[in-house]
C-alpha cells in the first residue's frame, strides 16, 4: 500500500492489499436498497447521505479507508468531502462494486 493513498485505486489494487493482509475500512456509500441487491464481504455500509453524520467514526482511523459505491461517482464525491475535513487516509475504489464484480470476484451479482 503506498504511503500516501491517491484519490482513486482500482478493484485490483484493493484485492491485492487484501489479499497481503493489509487491513482496510471498506466503506460502501451506496443506499440500503442496493445494498440488499448485493454487498462485498467484509465493507460496511454508510450512505452518503450520512457519511457527515458518520465522520466522528471517520475521524483519526488508523486503517485505510476503502470508499465504493455503484459506479464510483458518490464515493469520489465522499472522498473529496472526508480529505476537506482532514480524513487524508482514504480513497475511492474506481468502477465501484460493479467492476469489482467483473474484475474481482464475479459472484458477487451486477445491477
Not at 482513486?8 to 492489499?17: G, I
Not at 443506499?31 to 454508510?46: D, K, M, V, Y
Not at 467514526?57 to 465522499?78: D, Y
Amino acid at each position: 500500500m503506498p504511503e500516501e493513498l491517491p484519490w482513486e485505486v482500482t478493484p485490483l489494487d484493493v484485492k491485492r492489499w487484501l489479499d497481503a493482509g493489509q487491513p482496510i475500512r471498506m466503506i460502501d456509500v451506496r443506499e440500503p436498497s442496493e445494498h440488499a441487491l448485493t454487498r462485498i464481504a467484509g465493507s460496511e455500509l454508510i450512505p452518503m447521505r450520512t457519511i457527515p453524520a458518520a465522520l466522528s467514526s471517520l475521524e483519526g482511523e488508523e486503517t485505510p479507508i476503502v470508499v465504493f459505491c455503484h459506479h464510483g461517482m458518490r464515493s469520489l464525491q465522499v472522498v473529496a468531502w472526508l480529505r476537506e475535513q482532514g480524513v487524508t487516509a482514504c480513497t475511492s475504489m474506481a468502477g465501484g462494486i460493479d467492476r469489482w464484480s467483473l474484475e474481482v470476484d464475479p459472484a458477487v451479482p451486477r445491477y
